[in-house]
């Protein structure tokens, strides 16, 4: 097995039941963030990290996902022939790397969305991006994983502390702090209600994983919502080999909750250098009125 993180398996079969109407007909992982939609910032995070090839695990009505990744001649030619170079230059950005998408079928569960990509996988080490949880551009969690990944050769869950209140949105670590922000986990158990959360370490939605998780995967039955759950599988993985926890204590935004959304649409706004100043006046000025009423 090599050491290496080749391939980054994007789950976005789900209904999106969160947003609706918006993701009736549209996907939710398509939902623009300022210019880009929700799935190009995980895209653009692995690609960072070297990543190449991606699966993404789509379902009905996500056919706009594969047109955005994929090459589009007429825009591209009027771009060309309007001198729009930087804007051209950015589209083509978008199908330079290979992209396998496979559907879903039946929205099983997150465990399920990953068998799927078994036989695109094969026998080697790879990550899970889930689009919803949007990591903020300056922070590195992902390379991080990998670093770690290196060294341990074991799964590396991504976790950041959440308050008790919002821990049943999440699957939730027992862990042993090993050294700075790295936990062998212990136990883990998905979605508990808080008073037997083992702890406020959630797992958020980067994962490193072992080609052996699809054995698992395989035999797993439904767990937590009747779904075949990522988090059941790592928890039988766990009799088999060490897993580790690696604590982010960067931004993210959780983009599939509406009020998480709207702020990573405000911040990343502000962070964008076309939008920056005359957005923020404008962010000014109604926290002054809102202020006033
Ligand atoms: C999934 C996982 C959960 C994890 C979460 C992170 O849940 O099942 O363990 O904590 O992602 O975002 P979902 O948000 O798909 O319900």
Partial sequence: MSGMIK????????LGTRFLPATKASPKEMMPIVDKPMIQYGVEEALACNIQEFII??????RSIEDHFDSTFELEDKLRKSGKKELLEEINRLNKFSIAYIRQGK?????HAILCAKPFVKDEPFAVILSDDIIGSEDTLLKDMIKLYKEVKSPVLALQKVPRSEIHRYGVIDGLKESKGVYKIRDLIEKPLAKD???????IGRYILTPD???????????KGREIQLTDAIRKLLKKRPVYGFLFEGKRYDAGDKLGYLKATVDLALKNPELSSKFRS???????SLKET
Avoid: R, W
């Fill in 57 to 62: 695990i789509t379902g009905k009505h996500k």
């Fill in 107 to 111: 929205a099983l569960g997150l465990g």
């Fill in 7 to 14: 391939k980054a398996i994007f789950p976005a079969a789900g």
């Fill in 197 to 203: 959360a083992p702890s406020d370490l959630a797992i």
């Fill in 282 to 288: 404008y962010i000014l000025n109604i926290s002054k």
């Fill in 213 to 223: 998780i699809f054995d698992i995967l395989e035999k797993l039955k439904p767990g």
